[in-house]
Structures are given as structure tokens and as C-alpha cells.
């Protein structure tokens, strides 16, 4: 059996390809590699030296499609782990489009092609879901997909994730990947201002790289053995974790300091990073993939601990003084073109507004910790009284109204539900004819502006696709959509006011806009 992997020389690319290498009904592996990625290409080759006859290395990018219809060809698995993410989709945001959007179009259009078709897995990501906050901290696949804006890593995403759902490939599964720990990941955000857009209060689950390539190699090892049929293919799953696991933005960054001796508010204060606009929950249906694939076994105090071993470095940490290293490890990053700092310099009113309600707001953040709320430490922003340990039990879940029942199975879902929907989202279901549980027929849609869309029953209520303008064109426009879809205002108002009618876009040039709605 023959298998392509691409992005294999990215944190869980190499993780899934260690796995991979290892199983013994695999023949060969293709790996797909920039032509500027020599140096990684090695390293990856060097860590799996003892399976080197297994690997195949394709030089290409997902751009070219002559290239996407090579790596396809005579597999029986395509897996797409490829993606530009911040801080570099940001830096290089043609690179996020080429790979993220046009990449996954090349590459369902080579599979679609194929006379005996691989079967695809495709990784998306919780970017999907936007900026959540402790009103709403759970998510299934079902929320709606309300990307953060000027974002264009998950802006591309959506478009790639979209393309999968509503492709001609008959057998295809879409794994939504959590926050992710790896071993380069203090490094990387140590390097660029995009440590100051993770909110303090943000819900965060977290899955380290080990445990999702050990993901990935379960799926090909159980599939290979024994066709998983409509119980994995043709499906939407969230990678989730443990409950230790699902923590928010502060605690994430107290843990990493931890390892010098300190904490969170020896290095950073309250109005460093942004408020809103970033993207991380808790999935509530997180569990299905491992019930099903058994692959965690590793918790946040396992990799912190591995990441101390590895690196011995940070018990220098220990005896710098702090404010040294406040100075030339946080502070410097000020101005980095990433950081609200530098916003707040250059007056870049658009991602103030965007990260913090506005200017002002920016403004009159609080200077000490004893002033700012922390949901990690039982307060809620305005200051009142939660249990967090309590809204943390998965038991006690609090999720949206979807519009339909949720736990209803494929099979049972009617066309009442998809009316119920389209209606919640201010449209309505165009399409006269809908056979119960026939999910996957395409269907015609209309949005509260008039638009007519194509998408599958699956698409809207399993996957939380309803189209707008980021389907097509690089511009956020939920504070005007939320005032008439019931289904987006539940989650977008939880941290936007509705009295805010801001648009949100992105130029030619991929310069920050806004401007308000008439």
C-alpha cells in the first residue's frame, strides 16, 4: 500500500510521518517538499533513517497542479497536513492562499480525476471557529464558522475545508486540528507580536504534535485493515483532547513560564494582548476520534516536562532577573508589525478595533493584574463570580441552539431541519425536493442578502458552513449578518456589541480596512 503525506516537514507532518514509516502493510510513503525546504526535507530523513527505503520525496508545491496530479497517483491514501499558519501566513499571505485555497482545490481536482480514487484526509483547524469567550467556551462540528477577521490563514482554510466537503471524492474525512504543542513552538512565538493576540480569558484545548501523528497512522492502520464506511469517511471531527488539556490563553503562558521559575504576570500585563479576536474553544464532541483511534497519551504537564528535559537552557531562566528578561524577550516584540503595540503606534484603527472594540478600549485596559479578570482564577471579564473548574466538565457543556437536534442521526435528518436552519440563519432552503437523511445531495440555499449558494445538507448543519462574503472575497462583515441570523448572533455577540456595524477587509495589498455599514 502506498500512501502521500503532504506537509511532512511541518510539526505534525513530521510526527504522522514517523508513525506512518513504522506500519507494516505501508510499501511506500510520498512526501511532498517546498524546493526550499531542503533543510527540513533532511532533518525528517534523518529522524526516520531506518524506513529511508519507505519514503518517496516529491519536490513541488500544491500550487502546481501538475504537481498535485503526480502525488495522487497509484496511492490509496492521500493525507493533506499542508498549510501556511501564522505567524507566516501573515508575513506571506499569497503563500497561505496558494497552499491553504488554491493547493486543496489542485488537489481534490487530481482526486476527483483519478480513475481509481485515493481516499482523502484533510486537516482544518479550530481557526474555523473564531473568537469564543466563557459565555459560549464548547463547540461541536455543528457551530457556526465565524473566522476572526483579517485573518487570512483561516479566511483560506474555510475556502480549503469547503472545497473537500463539496468535492466529487467518494470517500473523504475532515479532521479539525486544536491548538497544537510541539517542540519548536516557544521558539516560534517568542520570534513575531502574534503571542499578543492569544486573549488571556480564551478557551484553549490543546493536543501535542506526537499525539496527532499517532492520529493520523491509527486511521491508515484501522481503515487499511477493515473499511470504516460512513462511521469516519465523509465526516467532520474535531481533534480534541483531555480534560487537563483545556485550559485558557493566561494559563498557557503561565505553564510555558513556569519552566524559568516564574509566571504569566512576572512577564506580561493585562493590556499586552488583545481581548477578542482570536480563535480557540473547548469541543465538547472532542472525544469521538479518540474513542475510535485511542490516540492521546499525552497531557500539558507531559509535554512541558519533555520540553525542560530537551531544552536545558531554560534553567538559566532561573537565575536572570526577570525584568531582563521582560525586556529582550517580550517586551522587544512590541515592535514586531504583529503587535497591538505597534498598531497602537501606527494608528492602525482596523486591527485595534478588530483585537479590542476600539482605540479607546485599547486605551483603558488595566496596567495591573489586580485590576484585570481572569476566568482562569473564577472571574468573568465584567467581574463576576464562575466556577471555572465546574464550566470546564464536559458534563456541564452549554452549547448553542443549532436550530435542529444535534444528536439526531444522518439518516434521520428531514427537511423540516434544513428549513428550521436556513430560516435561523436569516435565508431559507431553496431546493423543493429533500429525501430524509439524504445529507449529501446539493442543495440550493439563500442567504438574508438574496444570495443563492450550492451545499450539501452536511455542509450547513453537520460541518457550520452558510455562505458570505468570505467564500469569495477577503472581507468580515458579521456585525451587519449577525443582527438577522439568530444562529451567528449566539456566538459573535458574546464578544461584539450590537451596536458595532463595522466591515472588516483586506486590500490588494493585504492592508488592514474598515469601514462602517450604512
Same mark, same amino acid.
Given at each position: 500500500?502506498?500512501?502521500?503525506?503532504?506537509?511532512?516537514?511541518?510539526?505534525?507532518?513530521?510526527?504522522?510521518?514517523?508513525?506512518?514509516?513504522?506500519?507494516?502493510?505501508?510499501?511506500?510513503?510520498?512526501?511532498?517538499?517546498?524546493?526550499?525546504?531542503?533543510?527540513?526535507?533532511?532533518?525528517?530523513?534523518?529522524?526516520?533513517?531506518?524506513?529511508?527505503?519507505?519514503?518517496?520525496?516529491?519536490? *513541488?508545491?500544491?500550487?502546481?497542479?501538475? $504537481?498535485?496530479?503526480?502525488?495522487?497517483?497509484?496511492?490509496?491514501?492521500?493525507?493533506?497536513?499542508?498549510?501556511?499558519?501564522?505567524? /507566516?501566513?501573515?508575513?506571506?499571505?499569497?503563500?497561505?492562499?496558494?497552499?491553504?485555497?488554491?493547493?486543496?482545490?489542485?488537489? $481534490?481536482?487530481?482526486?476527483?480525476?483519478?480513475?481509481? =480514487?485515493?481516499?482523502?484526509?484533510?486537516?482544518?483547524?479550530?481557526?474555523?471557529?473564531?473568537?469564543?469567550?466563557?459565555?459560549?467556551?464548547?463547540?461541536?462540528?455543528?457551530?457556526?464558522?465565524?473566522?476572526?477577521?483579517?485573518?487570512?490563514?483561516?479566511?483560506?482554510?474555510?475556502?480549503?475545508?469547503?472545497?473537500?466537503?463539496?468535492?466529487?471524492?467518494?470517500?473523504?474525512?475532515?479532521?479539525?486540528?486544536?491548538?497544537?504543542?510541539?517542540?519548536?513552538?516557544?521558539?516560534?512565538?517568542?520570534?513575531? *507580536?502574534?503571542?499578543?493576540?492569544?486573549?488571556?480569558?480564551?478557551?484553549?484545548?490543546?493536543?501535542?504534535?506526537?499525539?496527532?501523528? $499517532?492520529?493520523?497512522?491509527?486511521?491508515?492502520?484501522?481503515?487499511?485493515?477493515?473499511?470504516?464506511?460512513?462511521?469516519?469517511?465523509?465526516?467532520?471531527? #474535531?481533534?480534541?483532547?483531555?480534560?487537563?488539556?483545556?485550559?485558557?490563553?493566561? =494559563?498557557?503562558?503561565?505553564?510555558?513560564?513556569?519552566?524559568?521559575?516564574?509566571?504569566?504576570?512576572?512577564?506580561?500585563?493585562?493590556?499586552?494582548?488583545?481581548?477578542?479576536? @482570536?480563535?480557540?474553544?473547548?469541543?465538547?464532541?472532542?472525544?469521538?476520534?479518540?474513542?475510535? @483511534?485511542?490516540?492521546?497519551?499525552?497531557?500539558?504537564?507531559?509535554?512541558?516536562? =519533555?520540553?525542560?528535559?530537551?531544552?536545558?537552557?531554560?534553567?538559566?531562566?532561573?537565575?536572570?532577573?526577570?525584568?531582563?528578561?521582560?525586556?529582550?524577550?517580550?517586551?522587544?516584540?512590541? /515592535?514586531?508589525?504583529?503587535?497591538?503595540?505597534?498598531?497602537?503606534?501606527?494608528?492602525?484603527?482596523?486591527?485595534?478595533?478588530?483585537?479590542?472594540?476600539?482605540?479607546?478600549?485599547?486605551?483603558?485596559?488595566?496596567?495591573?493584574?489586580?485590576?484585570?479578570?481572569?476566568?482562569?482564577?473564577?472571574?468573568?471579564?465584567?467581574?463576576?463570580?464562575?466556577?471555572?473548574?465546574?464550566?470546564?466538565?464536559?458534563?456541564?457543556? /452549554?452549547?448553542?441552539?443549532?436550530?435542529?437536534?444535534?444528536?439526531? !442521526?444522518?439518516?434521520?435528518?428531514?427537511?423540516?431541519?434544513?428549513?428550521?436552519?436556513?430560516?435561523?440563519?436569516?435565508?431559507?432552503?431553496?431546493?423543493?425536493? @429533500?429525501?430524509? *437523511?439524504?445529507?449529501?445531495?446539493?442543495?440550493?440555499?439563500?442567504?438574508?442578502?438574496?444570495?443563492?449558494?450550492?451545499?450539501?445538507?452536511?455542509? $450547513?448543519?453537520?460541518?457550520?458552513?452558510?455562505?458570505?462574503?468570505?467564500?469569495?472575497?477577503?472581507?468580515?462583515?458579521?456585525?451587519?449578518?449577525? !443582527? #438577522?441570523?439568530?444562529?451567528?448572533?449566539?456566538?459573535?455577540?458574546?464578544?461584539?456589541?450590537?451596536?458595532?456595524?463595522?466591515?472588516?477587509?483586506?486590500?490588494?495589498?493585504?492592508?488592514?480596512?474598515?469601514?462602517?455599514? !450604512?
Amino acid at each position: 500500500m502506498k500512501v502521500t503525506l503532504t506537509g511532512a516537514t511541518g510539526n505534525m507532518g513530521r510526527e504522522a510521518l514517523f508513525e506512518l514509516v513504522k506500519l507494516e502493510n505501508i510499501e511506500k510513503v510520498k512526501i511532498l517538499v517546498l524546493p526550499d525546504d531542503q533543510k527540513r526535507k533532511n532533518e525528517i530523513l534523518k529522524n526516520c533513517k531506518d524506513y529511508k527505503e519507505k519514503i518517496e520525496v516529491v519536490i *513541488g508545491n500544491l500550487k502546481d497542479f501538475e $504537481v498535485c496530479e503526480e502525488i495522487v497517483k497509484d496511492v490509496s491514501y492521500v493525507i493533506n497536513l499542508a498549510a501556511v499558519i501564522p505567524p /507566516k501566513s501573515d508575513k506571506h499571505p499569497n503563500l497561505a492562499i496558494d497552499c491553504n485555497q488554491i493547493g486543496v482545490k489542485n488537489l $481534490v481536482k487530481a482526486i476527483e480525476q483519478c480513475e481509481v =480514487q485515493p481516499k482523502l484526509i484533510h486537516t482544518s483547524t479550530v481557526a474555523l471557529y473564531g473568537n469564543r469567550t466563557h459565555l459560549h467556551p464548547w463547540a461541536t462540528a455543528c457551530d457556526p464558522l465565524l473566522i476572526s477577521p483579517l485573518d487570512i490563514y483561516s479566511i483560506t482554510k474555510l475556502r480549503g475545508e469547503f472545497a473537500v466537503l463539496e468535492s466529487e471524492i467518494k470517500n473523504w474525512a475532515v479532521l479539525r486540528q486544536t491548538a497544537m504543542l510541539h517542540t519548536h513552538m516557544l521558539a516560534d512565538n517568542m520570534s513575531d *507580536g502574534l503571542m499578543f493576540h492569544t486573549c488571556f480569558n480564551a478557551p484553549l484545548e490543546w493536543v501535542t504534535a506526537h499525539d496527532s501523528g $499517532v492520529l493520523i497512522a491509527n486511521i491508515i492502520k484501522k481503515d487499511s485493515t477493515r473499511d470504516l464506511g460512513s462511521k469516519f469517511w465523509k465526516q467532520v471531527f #474535531n481533534i480534541g483532547s483531555t480534560k487537563e488539556n483545556k485550559i485558557t490563553g493566561f =494559563q498557557t503562558l503561565d505553564d510555558g513560564f513556569k519552566l524559568i521559575g516564574g509566571n504569566a504576570k512576572d512577564f506580561f500585563k493585562p493590556y499586552y494582548n488583545a481581548t477578542r479576536n @482570536f480563535h480557540g474553544v473547548w469541543f465538547e464532541d472532542g472525544q469521538r476520534l479518540n474513542e475510535m @483511534f485511542d490516540y492521546i497519551s499525552q497531557d500539558m504537564a507531559t509535554y512541558w516536562a =519533555q520540553i525542560g528535559k530537551k531544552y536545558w537552557y531554560y534553567k538559566f531562566g532561573k537565575i536572570v532577573p526577570k525584568s531582563v528578561i521582560a525586556k529582550f524577550a517580550i517586551k522587544r516584540l512590541f /515592535k514586531d508589525d504583529n503587535s497591538p503595540a505597534y498598531w497602537y503606534k501606527h494608528n492602525d484603527i482596523a486591527k485595534l478595533t478588530a483585537f479590542f472594540g476600539s482605540k479607546e478600549n485599547y486605551e483603558n485596559l488595566p496596567k495591573n493584574w489586580e485590576d484585570f479578570n481572569l476566568y482562569a482564577e473564577n472571574k468573568t471579564p465584567n467581574g463576576e463570580s464562575v466556577d471555572f473548574e465546574k464550566a470546564r466538565d464536559i458534563k456541564k457543556a /452549554k452549547l448553542i441552539d443549532y436550530g435542529y437536534d444535534i444528536k439526531k !442521526k444522518d439518516s434521520q435528518i428531514t427537511k423540516e431541519d434544513l428549513m428550521s436552519v436556513a430560516k435561523m440563519h436569516g435565508g431559507r432552503l431553496l431546493s423543493r425536493t @429533500f429525501e430524509t *437523511g439524504d445529507i449529501y445531495k446539493k442543495l440550493k440555499w439563500e442567504t438574508q442578502d438574496k444570495e443563492v449558494f450550492e451545499a450539501t445538507a452536511f455542509s $450547513v448543519l453537520r460541518a457550520g458552513h452558510w455562505h458570505n462574503c468570505c467564500y469569495e472575497s477577503n472581507t468580515w462583515d458579521f456585525d451587519r449578518l449577525a !443582527k #438577522n441570523d439568530k444562529i451567528y448572533a449566539q456566538v459573535w455577540l458574546d464578544s461584539h456589541s450590537e451596536n458595532e456595524n463595522n466591515v472588516y477587509s483586506l486590500d490588494e495589498n493585504f492592508n488592514a480596512q474598515i469601514r462602517t455599514n !450604512k
